[in-house]
């Protein structure tokens, strides 16, 4: 089965900081995807990579930086976090660019 | 750029009856993904969609894709309280790579 991990469940950080979001998968994926939920928004692509140390901006990359150094982790950065983005932020990867992905189990942040 | 619409976004139902969650999408497409999330968890995949006319089918959940349309259908046949989540239907676009693009989700709860 895939597995698709983050490094948090909940996190709570100030407005200011520095966050990181790690994800790691364990199926050798090319494709890594990092996502936004929020309440009558649905899901919203912030970037993604098709290979390490490549990225794509998605629909709502302002405020949001990525790093791929290798295949199986992708982290997401808030350079300096606000409260607009608190938010669910989820993980996903897909073996390649067509195929179904597989998402990991979120991380809840709160930005205070 | 694309959109995706479902409908209905909320539908609460009885135990036993029928219905179907409708997916709507702007443009060319010939692969759609049905998604379940339960709450406080993460997406589940259900069904990849591959062409027109395509029909999926698990236990109680049947979706089905009109490329020519743009419409994708989930249809429950005699819902248990299991089913209740909610379920999300995204497109890949033809020119969109790997880039899904998501409807806003349809809650369900199914009722005893």
């Known amino acids: 089965d895939v597995k698709v991990t983050q490094s948090s469940r909940y996190l709570v950080k100030r407005t200011g900081e520095k966050v990181f979001l790690e994800c790691v998968q364990d199926m050798d994926h090319e494709n890594m995807f990092w996502y936004r939920q929020d309440p009558g928004l649905g899901l919203r692509l912030i970037y993604f990579?098709?290979?390490?140390?490549?990225?794509e901006k998605g629909d709502i990359p302002e405020g949001y930086s990525v790093s791929r150094e290798k295949k199986e982790r992708f982290s997401l950065i808030l350079e300096s976090a606000s409260t607009n983005q608190t938010s669910m932020y989820l993980c996903?990867?897909?073996?390649?660019?067509?195929?179904?992905?597989?998402f990991g189990p979120g991380t809840r942040l709160t930005v205070l | 750029e694309l959109k995706v619409e479902q409908n209905p976004l909320f539908l609460s139902m009885q135990e036993g009856k029928n219905y179907t969650i409708y997916c709507n999408y702007s443009?060319?497409?010939?692969?759609l993904y049905w998604y379940r999330q339960d709450p406080g968890k993460s997406l589940e995949s259900l069904f990849v969609?591959?062409?027109?006319?395509a029909v999926k089918q698990e236990g109680r959940l049947m979706a089905s894709l009109d490329t020519k349309a743009r419409l994708s259908t989930l249809h429950i046949t005699a819902a248990v309280h299991d089913l209740s989540a909610t379920y999300f239907c995204a497109v890949d676009g033809e020119t969109s790579g790997s880039r899904l693009t998501f409807g806003e989700g349809t809650q369900l709860t199914v009722n005893p």
């Open positions: 969609l591959l062409s027109n006319g």
């Open positions: 443009t060319t497409s010939d692969r």
């Open positions: 990579s098709y290979d390490v140390k490549m990225k």
């Open positions: 996903a990867s897909s073996l390649t660019a067509r195929d179904t992905q597989y």
